[in-house]
């Protein structure tokens, strides 16, 4: 069985020899970059499973970095690692392709979970239903990442797809909000409870040109997704 390869961008040598050596000891195949502006070619020479990006680097930072990378490969899973933690600054990392986000400082326990999680979500949705689906004025094709209105096509995340599929299997009913950090995130931590509201939010934006699909908050509970006729 081939190694899961992990294309790790970091500028702190010291940080960054002790994450390649420990994701190394636990059979994944690590290349490592330091220099932001060096990125993109090493990742179309090493074709990665998964990509970690510190946000912070010099010459080019993360953010610009995982545009670039979309441009190529719309599917594949993009981690930052980074000490901003306001939600403007998460919001900036889903916006631009981002799929998961990790703090400084972390464990090599919680780096390694997250890449995991992500993969098995990757490999949920290559096996997801071909189907598309009709959500009101929107045609949402999960296989492609992609919802779609009056031939506009919006670019999904691998959260977005899945958090999306959530709400359209739960048309008009409630949907209980530890069930979807469950499916989505594996756990329901604090962290990913706030992950959940960031893209609850991104979902609302995306469908709000079609005024008889909402997105409602049940305190407590969860959330009603309403999608008229």
């Not at 090493?46 to 719309?74: E, H, T, W």
């Not at 506009?152 to 739960?170: D, M, P, T, Y």
């Amino acid at each position: 069985m081939s190694k899961v390869k992990i294309l790790y961008v970091e500028d702190e040598p010291f940080l960054g020899r002790i994450v390649k050596e420990s994701l190394e000891v636990r059979n994944f195949e690590v290349r490592m970059v330091a220099d932001g502006k060096l990125v993109l070619s090493v990742f179309e020479e090493f074709k990665p499973d998964i990509c970690v990006l510190d946000i912070m680097l010099p010459n080019k930072d993360g953010y610009s970095i995982a545009q670039d990378i979309r441009k190529i490969n719309a599917t594949i899973p993009i981690i930052f690692v980074t000490a901003k933690t306001q939600t403007e600054d998460l919001l900036k990392g889903f916006e631009v392709g981002g799929n998961d986000y990790l703090r400084k400082p972390f464990s090599m326990e919680e780096l390694i979970v997250r890449v995991n999680n992500l993969l098995q979500l990757t490999q949920k949705l290559a096996a997801s239903p071909k189907e598309n689906i009709q959500l009101g004025q929107y045609e949402f094709v999960p296989q492609r990442y992609e919802l779609r209105k009056n031939g506009n096509v919006k670019k999904l995340s691998h959260r977005e797809v899945l958090l999306l599929q959530i709400l359209a299997e739960n048309q008009n009913k409630n949907i209980d909000r530890k069930t979807m950090l469950l499916r989505v995130w594996g756990d329901d931590s604090f962290f990913n409870s706030r992950n959940l509201d960031v893209y609850i939010t991104k979902l609302r934006d995306y469908l709000k040109d079609d005024s008889a699909i909402e997105i409602i908050t049940i305190k407590g509970v969860g959330y009603h997704f309403v999608v008229g006729n």
